[in-house]
């Protein structure tokens, strides 16, 4: 009878990995979370990822953590 966790369980696992490991020992390490609301929670160290995302998300709406990214998606983005 499977569990039924189906797509939750697979970005919840990714989400507990990133928190168990804040700071893992290779930075090409990236979780990216996209929630409902447009907002993007990128867990990386990487100033190269950080750059990658920027591609895509506004810019303007930054906030960092020392382990994790927060930024918008746009329809400008």
Excluded at 50 to 58: A, R, T, W
Aim: with cysteine.
């Amino acid at each position: 009878s499977g569990g039924g966790g189906g797509m939750w369980s697979l970005s919840s696992k990714a989400l507990e990995s990133a928190l168990a490991n804040p700071r893992p020992r290779d930075s090409s390490h990236l979780a990216i979370i996209v929630q409902t609301n447009f907002q993007l929670c990128a867990y990386t160290t990487s100033e190269l990822h950080v750059s990658m995302l920027g591609l895509f998300c506004d810019v303007g709406t930054i906030r960092r953590l020392p382990n994790v990214v927060f930024m918008a998606i746009t329809r400008d983005s």
